[in-house]
């Protein structure tokens, strides 16, 4: 299964036409040219058809959540712990394993968000990079693909309803992938994206599987004073606290006096990173860390300390 899942990986769309490679750093394009060439492409599009076809079937319903009447329903099956998985050589087959101390028990379960591939908006197109670095994961290890959003932002991009469509075309596909069980955009919206924004998840919900949790990121002002994603079709926005920037005093300053966020999506979970440390957190929520390096036992130990006191 590990090998396949980073077969799957790589053997995601890049571009809707060989030439938008170019739009990518030079770094990848040679990467992206090579696995669209020759005989492994075709064994990979042959790997993609069938791994989804068996993932489809196998896949237990419990692990699935519908959201009846686009309300906010959560994530109520998903682990409480999720560990991000970025754009970096990962190995957390150590994850959910028999735990050591209490034979015949496994340690708490814990989750995978790993990046599946990253957007980029271009003027009157959207750009796929899918993932290059390899993600191993055990088979009890819940997965939530995470796509990230990079828009053009130099004057010249104009978004349109064909392509949040597409956007939402590209997200779906990766909810196919072998063991995932949840979806998830980040994407730092500014107000001039917000109805595109807005659009592209309202389509997202109508492709993606039946029953498939959608989650989003969202900047932590969103969750305060800046309400602008109530109503929108999704299953729970992450705050993410940290890499606040200029946020960040107002942020430590909101939750030292509320013991909640102001937006209904906000208060399922948070986001937080092993470098950044913070205090009078919410209570009882899922805790999705973030590392900016890869997980090893002892990060993930630091990462389960960190959660237990927020």
Not at 185 to 214: C, K, N, W
């Amino acid at each position: 299964m590990t090998q396949v899942l980073h077969s799957l990986l790589r053997a995601g769309k890049t571009a809707r036409q060989a030439g938008k490679v170019e739009a990518l750093p030079s770094r990848s394009r040679a990467a992206a040219a090579q696995a669209l060439a020759g005989p492994l492409f075709s064994l990979f599009r042959t790997i993609l058809i069938l791994g989804g076809a068996v993932f489809c079937m196998s896949r237990p319903a419990g692990n699935l959540h519908a959201t009846v009447g686009n309300q906010p329903a959560g994530l109520p099956n998903f682990p409480r712990l999720i560990l991000w998985a970025w754009e970096r050589p990962e190995d957390l087959r150590f994850l959910n394993q028999p735990d050591e101390d209490q034979p015949g028990k496994n340690r708490q379960q814990t989750g995978v968000a790993f990046l599946a591939r990253t957007l980029y908006l271009r003027a009157g197109d959207v750009v796929v990079r899918p993932r290059f670095q390899p993600l191993r994961v055990s088979p009890d290890t819940p997965l939530m693909a995470v796509v990230r959003i990079e828009p053009q932002r130099d004057g010249r991009l104009k978004l349109s309803e064909e392509q949040a469509k597409r956007t939402a075309e590209d997200i779906a596909e990766v909810a196919r992938l072998p063991q995932v069980t949840a979806l998830q955009v980040d994407f730092d919206a500014v107000r001039s994206e917000r109805e595109f924004y807005r659009q592209m998840l309202t389509h997202l919900r109508q492709q993606a599987l039946p029953g498939m949790p959608i989650s989003i990121t969202a900047l932590a002002s969103w969750c305060m004073d800046d309400d602008w994603i109530t109503g929108l079709p999704v299953d729970e926005a992450v705050p993410m606290l940290f890499r606040m920037g200029v946020d960040h005093r107002n942020v430590i300053a909101f939750l030292s006096h509320n013991s909640e966020f102001n937006t209904s999506l906000c208060r399922q979970s948070l986001g937080i990173s092993t470098d950044e440390p913070l205090s009078n957190l919410p209570k009882g929520k899922r805790v999705y860390i973030f590392t900016d390096k890869s997980w090893d036992k002892a990060s993930l130990e630091a990462a389960r300390k960190e959660a237990a006191n927020e």
